[in-house]
Each structure stands twice: as structure tokens, then as C-alpha cells.
């Protein structure tokens, strides 16, 4: 038996998220079937969280165990020979029997896109959201400043991100070690939050307040009021999926 870690990167656009469904492609779903018709066996394949319809991964790590006897490189090349041009698997690896890419985890890191040009390049419609108009950069990066550190995220929290009736463990606080917003471009900038782990659209969320106030639509003060209230509704929409890439996924 092996324990095989992988490393996936795949556009999300034409896809229903990570997790596999009955009736619908996921990118989970594609690479079991690709690896269980290659290792002629079923294949279960173990991911270190879930992406949402349309949300990309420049990093993805999952793994599964095996009794085949193939040679990984075979095993990668055959794969991505099958795999849709979507979906390729950038390494895999042998680890440890008790190595699980969800539960091992340390940090992950997440970008979101932002295109603030007056015409959007249709090239870059599928991976960046638009939003022409000038935003206060000053006034964000005050709001990733104060989001930095040990917090109560469930002001940024979806529904179903959680059993709420689990009274035990952290709950709703997670560990931000990064949060920053950087121009990447002309009229191109990226967000960028790096936790010890992400609440259910918890990026999303943060992201689609934090640019209402570069918008001058939510003062500072509010960003503040909405972190401290613990309730959902009083943050703004969720940002849309396109914009949201996962980036690296850390382990000890």
C-alpha cells in the first residue's frame, strides 16, 4: 500500500466545485475516474478542502492510497494524458501512511483578482472580477490590517461552513498570518490571505466588504463594527467565484 500526495492545478470555470457530485462535473470526480481506470482500481481520493463552482487552484494537494505498483511518473503522465486541459497534476509523491492533506494542513493561502480597468480584456474575464471605477487602496489595506491576526470570522462565514451545535473547538476563530493587497498590474490587483484555515466562503466575504469600503460605500468604522458583530448579514454580498485562486497549501 502507498500513499500517494498530489499536486493539482486546474481552472474551475466549467466545473461544480472540488467535491464530487452524481450530475455534475468536479474536479474531484474527473481525476478519481482518471486515476482509478489507470491503477485499475477505485479510487477515493482525499483533497485538502473544497472550492466552490467557477473558484480556480494554482496549487491543490490531495492524496489517496493505492496497492499499485506503478511508477509515479507513469502515473502523472498517463493521467494528465487522460485528465480534461482543464485539470492537470503538477507532482506526485510518496508520503508517510498517516500523511492526510486536509487534517495535516498548516496554512493555506488564497489570491482574488480584481481588474479595475474601463474595459475589461476579454482574455482576462474568466480569472479576475471587473470593477471600473477607482478604489481607495489606502482605506483596504486598513481593513486587511485589522483582520490580520486571531479573529471571530462568522460575520464572513456562509451558511453550512459548519455544525454549529459542536459547542467544542475553535468555533469561528481562525488565524489570518496574511492579509494584503498588492497591484499586480496596470489597473490589476490581488488580494492575498494566508490562515491557519478558511470558513466557508470566508475570503469571498472578506473580500466583497472589504472593496465596498474602497468603494467609499463603508467607511472603516463599519469594516470594524461588521468583524466585531458575528452576524453575516451585516457584511456585504459575497464576491463573485471567478475572481478566487487557491494558491499554496502549507504542511509541517
Not at 145 to 150: A, N, P, R, V
Amino acid at each position: 500500500m502507498r500513499n500517494l500526495k498530489l499536486t493539482i492545478a486546474f481552472d474551475g470555470t466549467d466545473y461544480s466545485g472540488w467535491q464530487r457530485q452524481l450530475n455534475a462535473p468536479t474536479i474531484q470526480g474527473e481525476l478519481e475516474k482518471v486515476l482509478g481506470t489507470i491503477t485499475n482500481s477505485p479510487v477515493i481520493l482525499h483533497g485538502a478542502g473544497r472550492t466552490d463552482a467557477g473558484v480556480h487552484a494554482l496549487a491543490m494537494v490531495a492524496n489517496f492510497v493505492t496497492e499499485s505498483s506503478i511508477d509515479r511518473e507513469k502515473l502523472l503522465t498517463g493521467a494528465n494524458c487522460l485528465l480534461p486541459p482543464a485539470i492537470r497534476i503538477l507532482e506526485i509523491k510518496t508520503v508517510a501512511p498517516d500523511f492526510h492533506s486536509r487534517f495535516s494542513t498548516s496554512r493555506k493561502s488564497y489570491i482574488y483578482a480584481i481588474d479595475t480597468s474601463p474595459v475589461q480584456s476579454p482574455i482576462t474575464r474568466l480569472y479576475a472580477v471587473h470593477i471600473p471605477q477607482t478604489l481607495n487602496l489606502h482605506k483596504m489595506r486598513e481593513c486587511l490590517t485589522m483582520i490580520t491576526g486571531s479573529h471571530d470570522f462568522a460575520s464572513f462565514e456562509a451558511s453550512g461552513s459548519r455544525d454549529k451545535s459542536i459547542l467544542s473547538g475553535r468555533g469561528s476563530v481562525r488565524t489570518l498570518y496574511q492579509a494584503t493587497l498588492t497591484e499586480t498590474g496596470n489597473n490589476s490587483f490581488e488580494f492575498e490571505l494566508c490562515g491557519d484555515g478558511f470558513l466557508r466562503h470566508m475570503v469571498r466575504n472578506i473580500v466583497g466588504t472589504v472593496l465596498e469600503v474602497g468603494k467609499g460605500r463603508k467607511s472603516i468604522e463599519e469594516f470594524l463594527k461588521i468583524l466585531g458583530a458575528r452576524d453575516r448579514s451585516k457584511a456585504s454580498a459575497t464576491a463573485p467565484a471567478h475572481g478566487l485562486f487557491l494558491k499554496v497549501i502549507q504542511y509541517e
